[in-house]
T-cell receptor
Framework: DAKTTQPNSMESNEEEPVHLPCNHS???????IHWYRQLPSQGPEYVIH???SNVNNRMASLAIAEDRKSSTLILHRATLRDAAVYYC?????????????FGSGTRLLVRP | DGGITQSPKYLFRKEGQNVTLSCEQN?????MYWYRQDPGQGLRLIYY???????QKGDIAEGYSVSREKKESFPLTVTSAQKNPTAFYLC??????????????FGQGTRLTVV
């Protein structure tokens, strides 16, 4: 399985944008990039996913590098509720299951 | 409301006892998964099931067993053979294993403590 590399932790001020990076230099052409986040003592929740083009939804934006070797999850205005561990995960398009292989993620701290 | 329910939220057992964790979903999802999470770490896949009466081992299946007799239920048994069973257990489901735009839905987890 292709691996992802994320910083262990990041800090942000409330109401400021946050850019969470993810490196995936061994990504294959058919791997989707998924992001999940996990609030304390809860199960992970889906945030966003993409393949090649940048993606936007109500929670966040996903910016994917042209060579697809890295991506950035963008929270446009961080709130205290966004304090969580964010996981960047690669999912092979040809995988017949929905196995999600989690790394250790980035712990985001939001300062009031 | 549709969702995925794990019970109980907290579970205590004595060493050497088998224990079964419940996972139920009313989302009509085909696929279900069990993950284990240790403090400060990411999730690791224990077992997954793509269809009723079928399941596959994940990365850390030793000491665990599952069944999938009904589409909506995927119970996990932590057996006495599991060397270090104390952990946070998470169940998930997804709509279809073949769909490219699926997301997984997770339950709120069961925190198992073995003393």
């Amino acid at each position: 399985d292709a691996k992802t590399t994320q910083p262990n932790s990041m800090e942000s001020n409330e109401e400021e944008p946050v850019h969470l990076p993810c490196n995936h230099s061994t990504i294959s052409g058919t791997d989707y990039i998924h992001w999940y986040r996990q609030l304390p003592s809860q199960g992970p929740e889906y945030v966003i996913h993409g393949l090649t083009s940048n993606v936007n939804n109500r929670m966040a934006s996903l910016a994917i590098a042209e060579d697809r070797k890295s991506s950035t999850l963008i929270l446009h205005r961080a709130t205290l509720r966004d304090a969580a561990v964010y996981y960047c995960i690669l999912r092979p398009m040809m995988d017949s299951s929905y196995k999600l292989i989690f790394g250790s993620g980035t712990r985001l701290l939001v300062r009031p | 409301d549709g969702g995925i329910t794990q019970s109980p939220k907290y579970l205590f057992r004595k060493e050497g006892q088998n224990v079964t964790l419940s996972c139920e979903q009313n989302l009509n999802h085909d696929a279900m998964y069990w993950y284990r999470q240790d403090p400060g770490q990411g999730l690791r896949l224990i077992y997954y099931s793509q269809i009723v009466n079928d399941f596959q081992k994940g990365d850390i299946a030793e000491g665990y067993s599952v069944s999938r007799e009904k589409k909506e239920s995927f119970p996990l048994t932590v057996t006495s053979a599991q060397k270090n069973p104390t952990a946070f257990y998470l169940c998930a489901s997804s709509i279809s294993t073949g769909s490219l735009n699926t997301e997984a839905f997770f339950g709120q987890g069961t925190r198992l403590t073995v003393v």
